[in-house]
């Protein structure tokens, strides 16, 4: 069986995860190190909540019929916002100062929560409400746009940050 999205999204989790851990282990010495995963970061991090919010979000809330579940689609949303404010505020910040440190612990810290409520709550929904060719269908369209994505194009379509449908 190809890969489907759910395990598409936990790998994006898993990696997006290290490089925050390795993030918060580094110091205000390590100036060069924080760059380079601050970079890293703001890639893997950007293209994840961008594949979610474009394809798998949408599909979700689309899937799902109780307003419990349609409640999980909306509360993922803020904490995309939350993430990205504290992403913004972190790659702003001097590498060289203890703030740095702070400001990554607490995206760490955001980003567990919130990858925990996808994966408990959202997830195990998600694989009742679509078939298992659903699922393999939008990694896919995802493994589709990440690859646009990465070849430079539709970066209009990347910098305008999407909100969720009413
Ligand atoms: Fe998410
Ligand atoms: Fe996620």
Partial sequence: M???????LKQQHKSTQETLMALTNTTERGIKIRHELLA??????TQHMLLEEEIFYPAFKAAVERKKDKRLYYEAHEEHKAAKAVLKDLARADASSVAFGAKAKVLKELIEHHVEEEENEMFPRA???FTKQELVELAERM???????ENGRAWDRVASSS???E
């Fill in 143 to 149: 493994q589709a746009r990440k690859q646009a994505i």
């Fill in 2 to 8: 190809p890969q489907d999205a759910i395990s598409l």
């Fill in 163 to 165: 909100h969720p449908a």
């Fill in 127 to 129: 694989r009742e409400a």
């Fill in 40 to 45: 890293k970061l703001r890639s893997e991090l």
